[in-house]
């Protein structure tokens, strides 16, 4: 039997009917089934810090500009990639982090990976944030997430790659094109009902991109 729709039929019994944040024991619920299923530590709160919510509405982003002089052409790597991801364009702005790296000569297989795998997350909107911007900027950072449809069970693992949306768009958060795909939301309207934690990887040895359940879980 699919995994993903058994973790999906795991997580309808524990998400809330409506798009709203989560309490502290449906997180704690949540984030222990998903650190089970996963097979790493997927938690709400890192050093005191927590998102304004961990359950919300994501809407399909652009491409970012990775390195000065960088173009959308140059995102894909096949012709099958353009052909699937093309189409999303790329934002007319940078992120809210700048490029990705300086130049094009220090772009690694790391930043790639990043590009491909980005939210953008509502860090403005998180409790503190005003009054230590420095701090709470370095921390959210390329920050590890979890990405969880919880309707189908599809998982992404990415990175806090730009702030936003702003509040009057209705969404709380953005996925890249990949991301939108991983999730199983990459056609169509391109946005629904999405969990979203963060991942405790001190020694950064979880790998982006769509999530393998494990076979035990």
Known sequence: YDKNVLLAQELLNKIPEEVRPLERQEEKDIADILSLNFGFKVTPEIDDIRLNRNYGLIGGEQHLYRYPGDNLYAHAQTSAEWAKYGSAGIAPGLGAWGYFTPSQVEFREIDRQRVRYYVAIQTFLVSGY?????????????????????????????????????????????GSPEVMDGLGLGEGPRKGPVLYFFIDDPKDEIPLGPVKIRSEA
Do not use: C, S
Request: aromatic content about 12%.
């Open 130 to 174: 005003a009054e230590n911007v420095t701090k709470y900027r370095d921390f959210f950072k390329f920050r590890k997430m979890v990405v969880v449809n919880p309707k189908t069970g599809q998982a992404v693992v990415a990175v806090i790659g730009d702030a936003g949306p702003a509040e009057w768009t209705g969404k709380h958060l953005g």
